[in-house]
Every structure is written in structure tokens, then in C-alpha cells.
């Protein structure tokens, strides 16, 4: 692979790195994708290795970011479909408030669920934290996944 389709997949990696940090873009699809680009290119058993790694990485990372905030939303009793209703609105808030509005709408479409739901404001609010921080670590461990790949495919770089 030329200097120029290295750079153009680590242009990819970069811009999925930051699609996870800013949820527009499949951020750790995009990250795997350029790296099966990449290892195709290369043609090369170190790229090959790399991408076994990476794809391992990235079914792990995918397993355990719902998996972890999940078992802590259920400890703490708020149900999936509060996190639906707020993901929903999320995306509607993104059209009418570009990038901002994803986070404003998904805290007010959870909080308005949970209000519904418990009818008191300090328990919806309660819950919408126990949704927010949820949400929060699952970006992080995605996050998490998408740097030991990014990373991965610098040392394959490097090696090839």
C-alpha cells in the first residue's frame, strides 16, 4: 500500500475515533473497516494478524459496552426502554440542535420517560443520571476498543 491510501485509512481511523467521541458516524465500524482496507492492501501476513487482533478487539469492545452499562441500568432499575426513548430522542434532538442537541435530547427523553414512570422529579432524575452515566462508560469502552485498534494498526505500519 502507497504512502497516500496509508494516510487516507488513517484519515479513516481518525474520523471513526472521533465518530465514537461525537456519536454521528458508526465510529468502531469505520475503524475496523479501514483496517480490513488497510490488511487487503497490504497483502502481508503482519497485516493479516493485525486484523485478526483488531476484529477480535472490536467484538469485544461491542460485547462489553452494552453488556457492563447494561447490568449496572438493571441494578439500578431503569429499564431498556428508557435508554430507547432517550436514544429516539437523541436523534431527533440531533436534527433540530445539530451535534448538541444528541445529548440534550437523549437526557430529556429519558428523564420525561422516567418521569412518567415514577412521577417524582428527584427519581427520574435519579434514573436519567443512573442512564447518563451508563451511556457515558459505554462510549468510553468503546472508546477504549477503538484506540487498542487505532493502535494495532500503527504498529502494523510500522512492521509492514
Known sequence: MGTLGTVLVGLAILVGLAGIIVPILPGSLLIWAAIVVWAIAVGEPTGWAVLGVATLV???ALVVQYAI???????????GRA???G?????????VVPVLGLFLGFVLGEYVFEMGRHRT??????STKHAMKAAGLSI????AGGLV???????????T
Open 58 to 60: 472490536y467484538a469485544v
Open 69 to 79: 452499562p447494561g447490568k449496572r441500568l438493571n441494578r439500578a432499575g431503569v429499564p
Open 83 to 85: 435508554m430507547l426513548v
Open 87 to 95: 436514544g429516539l430522542c437523541g436523534i431527533v434532538g440531533f436534527f
Open 121 to 126: 422529579h428527584a427519581a427520574a432524575w435519579e
Open 140 to 143: 468510553l469502552i468503546e472508546l
Open 149 to 159: 485498534s487505532a493502535t494495532l494498526w500503527v504498529v502494523g505500519v510500522v512492521l
